[in-house]
């Protein structure tokens, strides 16, 4: 990896950087769509390519399952297996071990946990997740971490900090080992829940690792815990992981969140949110998102987004057809998908413009302007940009704070 910071916002956190990976180049901050089965779900890799999309995310467990890593070593890896030829990033099955399984049992060895497939006992440790990884080829891989929900309280969240910080050292053994150091990156993941002492112990151990490790991710949040918790605990990582390496925020997808994270100081951010949210039928806009599904879109003979250039906006496609067809045809949620995608690289590249520019804080205003309109901003979302100098109700006195919020993303302006 070579990762050069090219441009810093004066009054945030907010920076850009080239990220030179064995398949390319990426420009940070950006969001990384996600392609858990190796495919975005109802695109081909072409169309995703087409996109402007560059670095995309495979999820481990999955791929382990399922085609296994006798076949991904066969096809010569996921990049080919999959026909996708741009950079990629694994993550390391921790989190799927917690979510997707009744049976999973953490010892300090690794997790033993029930295949969803066939029930068989399966142990994934340190070394095989980065193993796994291995075969995968991906151009970043995560370490294996001991996850916890956000929510958890109590011994188990600093259990699972210092666990995790002794599978590192495992992952990082196992990794050098390997002799693919130079073209396969190994991330650390900063865990702690919403202890902010353990979370500063957890920085300590990762930070004094930072010549084995390539860059640094924040876990164990977007698991239900208030948004004025989660941006603080972001902040506090952020404010403290090295300048000179990435920062990725794990499971980041709505818009405001990565405006918020980007300010802080993330470089990276990954969610199913943009592509599970179109398969609703909800499509993706700078005045919030759209519900197509709603029957006042029936007659509506625009685009979703006049001055959108993804596919289904630049070809004309209604509100009205894709009304039409999003309960009857997969084309529908195609053609959302394609489109929510693009707001998201949208998104993140203006904000990468207007760091450059030395506009940031004004992009965060007309954003927040614009997206909320009158309806009110979050309460979380002005108390965090206001801890990097940039007040949204500047000149909006008159603007709703909505206090609160939980990781959800269905507020009113999602039914317009």
Known sequence: MEFEVIAKCPTTKARVSRMKLAHGTTMLPIFMPVATQAAIKGLTPQQVEALGINLILNNTYHLNLRPGIKVLNEAGGAHKFQGWKHNLLTDSGGFQLVSLNKFTQITEEGALFESPFDGKPTMLTPEESISIQHAIGADIIMQLDDVVSSLTVGPRVGEAMWRTIRWLDRCIEHHEKSGRTDVQNLFAIVQGGLDTELRDQCLDEMIARKNRVAGYAIGGLSGGEEKDVFWRVIKQCADRLPWDRPRYSMGIGFAEDLLVCVALGV????????????????????????????????????????????????????????????????????????????????????????????????????????????????????????????DLLEGREQITVIPGGAANWDRPHSEQ
């Open 267 to 390: 470089d990276m951010a990954d969610c199913v949110f943009p592509t599970r949210t179109a398969r609703f039928g909800v499509a993706l806009t700078f005045k919030g998102p759209l519900n197509l599904r709603l029957k006042k879109h029936a007659a509506d003979f625009g685009p979703i987004d006049a001055d959108c250039p993804c596919p289904t906006c630049a070809n004309g496609t209604s509100r009205a057809m894709l009304h039409h067809i999003l309960t009857l045809e997969t084309a529908g949620a195609h053609a959302v998908t394609q489109h929510n995608l693009v707001f998201q690289a949208r998104l993140m590249g203006r904000a990468r413009d207007a760091i450059v520019g030395g506009t940031f804080p004004d992009y965060l205003k007309s954003f927040f302007a614009e997206y909320f309109g009158d309806k009110g901003y979050p309460e979380w979302c002005v108390n965090a940009l206001r801890s990097v100098g940039v």
